[in-house]
């Protein structure tokens, strides 16, 4: 098989996993900044409580 034919296959797969990997990325920051701010919020309340 030529390189000529077998690169625009190897970039379309490389471009889509790319791809992939933004979109969970995003979807890891998204869970992760809730979970931070959740956490967060817990803490702040946990530490007015007097005890």
């Given at each position: 098989m030529p390189i000529g034919e077998l690169t625009?296959?190897?970039f379309s797969?490389?471009?889509l996993?790319?791809?992939i990997f933004e979109?969970?990325?995003k979807f890891k920051l998204?869970?992760?900044y809730i979970a931070f701010l959740t956490t967060?919020?817990?803490q702040h309340y946990s530490?007015?409580?007097p005890f």
């Open positions: 625009p296959h190897f797969i490389y471009i996993k790319d791809n979109i969970v990325y998204k869970y992760i967060n919020m817990s530490r007015k409580k």
